[in-house]
């Protein structure tokens, strides 16, 4: 039901923009969270955006690279990579928890989340 697509391969301090798009999910009821796998590792939280857009959070080693937003009446929600670096490389995936207009207590906890795209591979080269 969640598409996330917009990932490459790009060069040490270029930019993307993944986008998470819903299929049978009114998105613009659900928070929802950019997650990131790279090889070897576990998912962790890259960010959030509340229902409204009013809330973001971004983890420590995204802030002020990255940044979210969503158009509800496109049904979809952004991810702006800028400045990217090599350790940005992963598998980017976008979520959203089971119930509408909340926003997850531990917001980078995957096990607060129940729809889950499919992930699109972005990859910096150095």
Same mark, same amino acid.
């Given at each position: 039901? &969640?598409?996330?697509?917009? /990932?490459?391969?790009?060069?040490?301090?270029?930019? $993307?923009? $993944?986008?998470? =798009?819903?299929?049978?999910?009114?998105? @613009?009821?659900?928070? !929802?969270? *950019?997650?990131?796998?790279?090889? @070897?590792?576990?998912? /962790? /939280?890259?960010?959030?955006?509340?229902?409204?857009?009013?809330?973001? !959070?971004?983890?420590?080693?995204?802030? @002020?690279?990255?940044?979210?937003?969503?158009?509800?009446?496109?049904?979809? %929600?952004?991810?702006?990579?800028?400045? &990217?670096?090599?350790?940005?490389?992963?598998?980017?995936?976008?979520? =959203?928890? /089971?119930?509408? &207009? *909340? !926003?997850?207590? !531990? *917001?980078?906890? %995957?096990?607060?989340?129940?729809? *889950?795209?499919?992930?699109?591979?972005?990859?910096?080269?150095?």
């Amino acid at each position: 039901q &969640l598409q996330a697509s917009g /990932g490459g391969l790009v060069q040490a301090g270029g930019s $993307l923009r $993944l986008s998470c =798009a819903a299929s049978g999910l009114a998105l @613009g009821y659900y928070a !929802i969270g *950019w997650f990131r796998q790279a090889p @070897g590792k576990e998912r /962790g /939280g890259v960010s959030l955006i509340s229902s409204s857009g009013r809330t973001t !959070i971004y983890a420590d080693s995204v802030k @002020g690279r990255f940044t979210i937003s969503r158009s509800n009446s496109k049904n979809t %929600v952004y991810l702006q990579l800028n400045s &990217l670096k090599p350790e940005d490389t992963a598998v980017y995936y976008c979520a =959203a928890p /089971g119930e509408r &207009l *909340w !926003i997850p207590n !531990i *917001w980078a906890d %995957v096990d607060e989340y129940h729809y *889950w795209g499919q992930g699109t591979l972005v990859t910096v080269s150095s």
